[in-house]
Nanobody, 120 residues
Framework: QVHLVESGGGLVQAGGSLRVSCTAS????????QGWFRQAPGKEREFVAG????????EYTDSVKGRFIISRENTNHTVYLQMNSLKPEDTAVYYC?????????????WGQGTQVTVSS
């Protein structure tokens, strides 16, 4: 069984940067299209960014375009989300998951996520 573990969250001031990571572990690991999602208090979980298994294609929700960058290192089984020019509204728990890239559908169970808090 493959587990995805998120890390790298923290507290940052508005305008700052943070990079979160998602590392897969397990003997059944297969490279897969993956995505980052987030859930703010009192809100539904939403798609943030996605990347194909090769890393050649990426997509972003409108609110983070030009500020966030998704990337991956398949040799390390890790997907990253570089977050720049952070805003208080980016505060949320960030989760990663395997996705169906065509419609951003998450495919696996959710992990614990990593908390990102942006202070104003």
């Amino acid at each position: 069984q493959v587990h995805l573990v998120e890390s790298g969250g923290g507290l940052v001031q508005a305008g700052g940067s943070l990079r979160v990571s998602c590392t897969a572990s397990g003997r059944a690991y297969i490279v897969h299209d993956q995505g980052w999602f987030r859930q703010a208090p009192g809100k539904e979980r939403e798609f943030v960014a996605g990347i194909t298994w090769s890393g050649y294609d990426t997509e972003y929700t409108d609110s983070v375009k030009g500020r966030f960058i998704i990337s991956r290192e398949n040799t390390n089984h890790t997907v990253y989300l570089q977050m720049n020019s952070l805003k208080p509204e980016d505060t949320a728990v960030y989760y990663c998951n395997n996705i169906r890239y065509s419609d951003r559908t998450p495919l696996g169970p959710w992990g614990q996520g990593t908390q990102v808090t942006v202070s104003s």
